[in-house]
Structures are given as C-alpha cells and as structure tokens.
C-alpha cells in the first residue's frame, strides 16, 4: 500500500511517515502545496493524507481539484486548525475523514486503514481475526458462528483494536477514540470496558485476542 | 440606614432641607417687616392726630393771646368781665372739641384723654377705670393698659396734658393672621419641595440608572456593546462617552487576551502532535530500559493534559467569538445520560463512591450531542472527583411540563459561600492546589456553563461547604 503524505511540518511528517512505514506502508512526502497537487494525480497512490494549511495551494484547494478531476481516491485530512467550518468545507468538498491535531498515532492508523478498507473492496466489509467475524457495516459481530451482542462503545473499541491490530495501543489512544470526553487517563475505565469486551467474546486464556501490555495498554494479536 | 445610602433620597432631602431653611427666612422676614411697616403707619397716624389736637391748642392760645393784650389796653369791670366771658367761651369750645375728639376715639381702637393740672378731665369712655396718668412717661413709647399694648404720644401745653394712645392688637391679630397662613404654607411648600426634589432627582437618577444597567449587563462576552449616549455636550452624556472610551479600551485588550490565548493553543498543538507521536514510537518500538519507558508514560499523560487545556481554549475562543454553528440533532437524553452513569459507575467504585440514578426513560430533546455529553461527563466527572470516600452522587433526570431537569448532586466537599458566585468563571478554583492534581484547569464549568446556554437552558448551583454540591439544568 502506498501513501502520499503532503505535510509542511516536516517533524509531523517524520513521525507519520516512520509509524506508517513500521507498519508496512510505503510512504511519499511532499512539503509543500504545488509539489504535493503534482503528485497527488500519480495512479500510485492508495490514499493521500492532507494537511489544511500548506506553503503554495492550500490543502482544500488540492482537495478540489483532484475532486473536479474525478480523482476519487480516499482523502484524510490532517490539520491544527479547530475550525468547525473548515471541517465541514473539507468534508462538503469530498475529503473521507478528518482528524485535528494533536493527534495520536494510532488514531490515524485507525483511519487510515478503515478507508483503505473502504475503497480496496466496498462489498467486502466482513473482516475476520482468527474466528472472529465483524460486519462493518451491520456492527455484528460472531465468534465461532455464535452472534455476540455488543454496546456502541464495546463495538467501538473492538473496531478500534482491528483497525490497530498488532499494535500496542496506549490507555489514552483508547479513551481518545471511544470517549468523547476527557477523563484522567489514571483511572481503570479501560480495563473495565476492556474486560467487558473480552468476556462478551469469549476472550480466555487459551485463545487470547487482546493482550495486555503491562503498565502501557493492550494490543490484539492476529497471529 | 439603608433609606440614606441612596443618592436619590439624599439629594432630595438636601434640596428640602435648603429650601425649608430659604422659606423660613423668608417668611420670618416678612412677618418682621409687615410687623414693623404696620407700627409705623400707626405712629404716623398717631403724630396726625396729635398735630390735629395741637392746632385746636393753637388756636384757643392764640385767642386768649389776643384776649391779654385788648385786656392790657383796656381797664376796668369790662375788661375783666369780657375776660372770664371769653375764658368761658374758650372753655367751651375747648369742652365741644375735645368731646368731639374723645367721642369720635370711643368706637375705635383709640384711647384719648386730657388731663389739667394732674386731674383727668376728657377721657375716652372705654378707658375711664383703667387708664391712668402714670402710665405715659414719655413723649412717646408704648404700654400696656390691661394686659393690651397700646403706643401712645404725649401733648403738654400749660397746665394741660393731652395722651392719644392706639390699641396695638389690631397688629397683633394681623400677625397672629400672618403667623396662621405660615402655617398652613409651610407644610404645603415642604411637601411640594420633597415631591418636587424627588421629581428632579428622578429624573436625573434615571439617566444615571439606566447607565449603571448598561455598565452592569456588559461582560466579558458582549463587550462591544455600548452605552447609548444622549444628546447634547452636557455632564452626562461626557460620562457617558468617558464610560464608552473604557469599556473601548477593555475590549480591545479582551480581544488582544484572546486572540493570543487562542494563537497559544493552536501554535502548541503541532509540538504536541509531535512529542505525543515521537514517545509513542519509541514506547512501541524500543524494548528498552522498563523505568524509561515508564516515564515516557507519564511524559505522554502531561502531553495530554497539555492537548486537553488548548482544546478547551480554542473551545473558549470559540465560545467568544460565536462564529461556529453547531449541528443540533434528535438525542434521547435519557440514554445518553445512562450511558455516562454507567461510565461514572466505573470511576465510582474506584473511589468507594456510591452512584445513584433516577431517570426518566425516553425524554427526547433537539441538541448538539457531544457538548451535551461533554457537559454532562464533566458535572458527573466532578461529583466523583470532589466526594468524599463514602460518599455517594445522585443523577437525576425528569421532564415536567416540557421543561427537562437534570439534577446531579453530591455529599463531596462542598464549595464555600464566598466562592459559590465564582465557579462558572472562567480559570477559576475553589481550592488551587488540589484542582491541578484532579486535573482541573478551572476552565470545564465555564464550558458547561456556555453549552447549557447555547442550548438556551440555564445551570444553577446548591452548595454547602462540607456537604456536598448540587448542580440544576434546566432545558427548555
């Protein structure tokens, strides 16, 4: 899978651009707006991640004009600024999904992957992880054929293990995307949603999905 | 006195007081001087009379003049004779005048008598028994016949000794007629005063009230409202020019706060970004030393911490400049607040907090669903935090009437009375040192407080310090 990043910051791009690789994408770099539009029409690419304010053509505009073009290739939108507005233009525009700074590493993992997903085979929204299936669409969920009933937030943080399986996810990745509040990463909400979760899908010690990683977080394991 | 701290009272008594003391000298001034103008006229008319009755003297002097000399040419029985015929004649006419005189004083206010030799001969009737010769010492000057006043002039001629005296109570009753109307205009222009001071100070009181509710209602969140000013150059349309030049200056150091405040937070969230994403590599990559990855731990919890205090400053800003539209949607409240007490349930037990919940099922309502979250997880959030161990929080939500309550109340700590008003401010902490190590950064029930009023709902709070605490929304 190949991502092009188009991003000014170079230490934001750093950072994106060394996690992604971690985890086996190939990722492009471009820093600026122009060079960025350029690339952004290379068929090579299976998704692009844009930052809203670059040097040159700002991200929007790009964002536009790949869309006139009927370039249809997923879009996520990356920037600092927290303007409700610009995330509706972004999203009125085409842009697939938005994410504000600062962010986690994870959480774009999460993204991108689910785009990815999307477009690589819009029929194929079944995912399985061992002898687990998950309908994307539906939000069902089975294990070993037995339908598991999930709450929105159990099923929330099961998608968001999927999407970052076989990475170790932090107690505060977690909260940032199931949560839409704050709360003090201190306390052990996670563990009793995670211990939840895990007795719902029948997650015992034999045939564990979801390991903990001590004093850090939990991670599942497909392999 | 709570009547006297009011300028409109003061004032108005001021211009009594002044105007009770002007009428007093005024009046007093006017009673001397019609007192003394009536004494006047009386003793002018007195000096009339009395010339009057000098010219009567004059002329039967005159004659009996005349009488000596014709006897001094003139010898003999005859002359004698002619002499005491014309000395009778004279006291005749002498006897008609001053009868006609004493009768013509009896009916009024006069009293009249002449005395011969010491012996009164003439006197006007009413005064027979009374009046007596001591009693005029002077040539003129005033007395007192029978407890009455009189002024009186005194005549001598010869043996002959002529008072002509005036009752003064005629003036007394004129004065005692003036003294009467005082009376009656003293209390009538005092209380016209009051009413009228009262009148003018409201008037004035007005225009300065309606400047102090003006001054009052602008916050910080509409200072660029003004004053409106009225016309002309006159001493309050100066203050209010001078008040409107202030609040000016405050907004544009207000806006100047803000929009640095609002820079602050989103120039740090790039290095956030930044830190948060280097630790994590590191945390997943390096199978390192345990105790730095512990503390790149904690590094990453304070990063958070960081990124929660500039999202909830661009909120603010966002707040303040209202320039966002917020999507409102269909949200049944009744789950979403179950949801969140189930949440708190987690923190709860945590904290041997004992959580209860009474809530209606199904109350609907139209609104934006992550700040009504958000709103509700951080009064929740803050029931648990600020309890006691043991303690216990109570949600509950009711709809009555279309209007929905939700009620969130605690037997924690309590907020004291002297802070109670303040709690909605914005970086405001009742208790400093504990809130950073909650994790509070005085900045959630100011939120709270705009997301209940975006929803055009209002928030109260109950508190008792010690107690507990018990926060009120009301959604209309």
Known sequence: MKILLIEDEVKVSDFIKRGLENERFIVDVCYSGNEGLEMAYSPAYDIIILDIMLPGIDGLKILQKLRDDFIQKPVLILTARDSIEDKIQGLNLGADDYLAKPFSFGELLARVRALLRRSANQQSHIIQVKDLNIDLMTHEVKRDGYAIELTAKEYALLEFFINNSDRALNRITIAEHVWQYDFDPGTNFIDVYINRLRKKIGDCNNNRLIHTVRGYGYIMKTK | ?476
């Open chain 2, 1 to 476: 006195m709570m009547i006297f701290n009011n300028l409109k009272t003061r004032i108005a008594l001021w211009y009594t007081a002044l105007f009770t003391l002007v009428l007093s000298v005024s009046l007093l001034a006017s009673y001397k001087i019609v007192s003394y103008q009536l004494k006047g006229d009386i003793i002018s008319e007195l000096a009339t009379k009395a010339e009057i009755i000098n010219n009567a003297f004059y002329k039967e002097k005159s004659e009996e003049h005349i009488d000596e000399e014709n006897h001094e040419k003139s010898h003999g029985e005859h002359e004698e004779k002619s002499r005491k015929k014309q000395n009778k004649d004279f006291q005749k006419v002498f006897d008609l005048e001053m009868t006609r005189l004493v009768t013509e004083y009896t009916d009024n206010n006069y009293l009249l008598f002449v005395t011969k030799n010491g012996n009164i001969q003439y006197i006007t009737s009413r005064y027979k028994d009374i009046a007596h010769n001591n009693l005029f010492s002077k040539n003129i000057g005033d007395t007192e016949i029978n407890d009455n006043p009189f002024t009186y002039q005194v005549l001598k001629r010869d043996e002959y000794k002529v008072v002509i005296a005036y009752k003064l109570s005629s003036i007394k009753d004129i004065q005692k007629r003036l003294v009467n109307i005082f009376y009656i205009i003293f209390p009538a222009s005092l209380i016209l005063s009051i009413f009228s001071g009262l009148f003018i100070t409201q008037r004035t009181m007005n225009v300065i009230n309606q400047i102090t509710n003006t001054a009052k209602s602008i916050t910080s969140t509409n200072l660029s409202e003004r004053i409106r000013s009225s016309k002309g150059n006159d001493e309050i349309s100066k203050l209010i020019d001078t008040l409107n030049k202030m609040i000016n200056r405050l907004e544009r150091s207000f806006k100047q706060t803000r929009q640095f405040s609002h820079d602050t937070a989103h120039e740090i969230r790039t290095p956030l970004t930044i830190i948060r994403g280097e630790i994590e590599y590191i945390i997943e990559n390096e199978s390192g030393n345990k105790e730095t990855i512990n503390k790149l731990e904690n590094i990453l919890e304070e990063v958070h911490y960081m990124s929660s205090i500039s999202e909830r400053l661009l909120m603010i800003h966002n707040m303040d400049t209202n320039n966002i539209r917020y999507h409102f949607e269909d949200i049944n409240l009744s789950e979403l607040l179950n949801d969140i007490y189930q949440d708190a349930g987690i923190l709860s037990a945590d904290k041997d907090i004992t959580i209860c919940s009474d809530i209606e099922p199904d109350i609907n309502y139209k609104g934006n669903k992550e700040l009504l979250t958000r709103m509700l997880w951080n009064l929740i959030e803050n029931s648990i935090k600020y309890n006691k161990s043991g303690g216990s929080t109570f949600i509950h939500l009711q709809k009555d009437n279309d209007i929905i309550s939700i009620n969130i109340k605690d037997t924690g700590i309590g907020i004291p009375d002297e802070d109670i008003d303040r709690v909605f401010d914005r970086f405001y902490r009742v208790d400093k040192s504990r809130a950073r190590k909650l994790g509070g950064s005085g900045l959630g029930l100011s939120i709270c407080k705009w997301i209940v009023q975006l929803h055009k709902g209002n928030i109260t709070v109950n508190s008792k310090e010690g107690f507990g605490s018990e926060f009120t929304i009301k959604l209309y």
